[in-house]
């Protein structure tokens, strides 16, 4: 994905509080989505995406000193999440959530059953269910079509990392959907 | 199978992703977040609370049991008194102090005098009486009674001990012959049955202004193991009294 030569722009033009709005319209529904993927509920989503607006607010200042604002916003929204998931409390949240979810789809409808046979459900579902370490890094690169040397950079790692991680990541998807072939796009 | 992922942005925009999740709403929330920044989101304070809150209950816990293991350790008496119950060795040692209690008692009475009224009681014809051919003396019973009465089992025992086993003897013979007596010291030991004792009383004994002279009387003493009769004498016995009441009894 080519990167947005203007995306700077944002710390440069307008006042603050406009330019909280415009970003906002333009990473607001991202942001969250993004935040999902890795904590996989909207409310928390939405609290992660706040703090990190706040955070954009606040750096108003430094603006100028950021090159990359996608890559910045985007790095900030992941490490929060990161921050979250390591927290004892979201922890016992999910366990909670999960033994809810477990009690729930014993009395699924038929209805619902059909929906989850769904076949993008079930590829959404099951890149959701993969470890947070694969599933970052198919989500970034399938979802947010960045580049391999965009992802590394990203969340700090080698690039050969991401590769052998995302290379896990379609095997595990395979197995669970228990497919044969996976490879609709290229890594180099 | 094949361009599934590839698809995968599509897949999840239809589904999981579906619609916006980023309403004016949530921009309302995050304009008030900036503009009150003081109100902390609910995720920044309530994990912190907890664990603040677990970790001061603990401390207070922990506190709260060291006090009383240390009250405990230092007053096994109290922590026995809370429970209502006593060791074996506790009780022991109580019904060791009541016993040797009991024969220091009886021997103060025995070598403490003379005591003139037991000696009037036990020589003055006036006090007797007799019924049914049976002499009685109800005075020196009642006086008995009352001087030993508290360490006996029952008043046969006394009987038998002024009776048989020399109890008050030494009281006449130190009234008889001018002797004054007073116990100096007492050594009790527990036998290996735990309810017999043996004694030695270190007595002085003194005539006519001359020099107080020693004598220990050695003797021994049996408990009562009933309930009823704790730390009473069932029999007190003079062993050897290393010529004492020779002394005493004689006029020299």
């Known amino acids: ?27 607001g529904d991202r942001l969250k989505k993004l935040a999902f993927s890795y904590l996989k509920d909207w409310g928390l989503a939405q609290d992660v995406v706040q703090e990190v607006f706040v955070t954009c607010y606040n750096q108003y200042d430094k603006g100028s000193e950021i ?12 490490n929060r999440c990161k921050d979250m998931l390591k927290s004892s409390f979201l922890k016992r949240y999910y366990f ?13 409808s038929p209805e619902e059953r059909l929906v989850l046979k769904n076949e993008k459900e079930k590829l ?12 970052e890094v198919i989500i970034i690169f399938y979802y947010e079509e960045m580049t391999i ?40 | 199978m094949e ?6 942005k599509r897949a999840m925009d239809d589904t999981v992703y579906k619609g916006n999740h ?42 709260d049991l060291t006090k009383k293991n240390i009250n405990s350790s230092d007053k096994p008496s109290q922590l026995e008194q809370r429970n209502g119950t006593k060791t074996e060795e506790q009780r022991n040692n109580e019904d060791n102090w009541v016993r040797k209690t009991a024969i220091k008692k009886v021997l103060e009475q025995e070598f403490t005098g003379p005591d003139e009224k037991l000696v009037d009681l036990l020589s003055n014809p006036k006090y007797r009486t007799v019924v049914n051919n049976m002499e009685e003396n109800q005075e020196l019973d009642k006086y008995l009674a009352e001087v030993y009465g508290p360490y006996f089992a029952d008043f046969s025992r006394i009987e038998a001990f002024i009776g048989a086993f020399g109890g008050t003897k030494y009281q006449s013979f130190a009234y008889m012959n001018g002797y004054k007596l007073s116990l100096k010291n007492i050594t009790i030991e527990q036998e290996n049955i735990l309810y017999r004792y043996t004694f030695i009383a270190k007595v002085g004994y003194q005539k006519n202004g001359d020099e107080e002279k020693t004598a220990s009387v050695e003797g021994e003493v049996v408990f009562s193991t009933k309930e009823k009769e704790e730390g009473k004498i069932l029999g007190f016995q003079y062993v050897n009294d290393n010529g004492l009441s020779n002394i005493l009894s004689s006029n020299n």
């Open chain 2, 22 to 63: 980023f309403s004016e709403e949530d921009k309302v929330k995050i304009r008030s977040a900036i503009k009150h920044p003081h109100k902390k989101n609910r995720l920044e304070w309530f994990p912190k609370l907890l664990t603040v809150a677990v970790f001061i209950g603990c401390i207070i816990f922990i506190t």
């Open chain 1, 67 to 78: 090159r990359y604002f996608k890559a910045w916003i985007y790095r900030i929204t992941i």
């Open chain 1, 124 to 135: 959404s579902q099951t890149v959701l269910s993969l470890p947070v370490k694969y599933r």
């Open chain 1, 1 to 27: 994905m080519a990167k947005e030569n203007t995306e700077n722009n944002h710390f440069t033009k307008n006042n603050q509080d406009e330019w909280l709005e415009i970003i906002m319209s333009d990473y």
């Open chain 2, 3 to 8: 361009e599934q992922l590839s698809n995968l």
């Open chain 1, 149 to 188: 040397t965009e992802i590394a950079e990203l969340l700090a790692i080698n690039e050969n990392t991401v590769k052998t991680r995302l290379n896990r990541g379609r095997i595990l998807v395979k197995k669970i959907l228990g497919g044969s072939e996976l490879y609709g796009r290229t890594i180099e």
């Open chain 1, 96 to 108: 909670n959530n999960n033994l809810l979810k477990h009690f729930i789809n014993k009395d699924l």
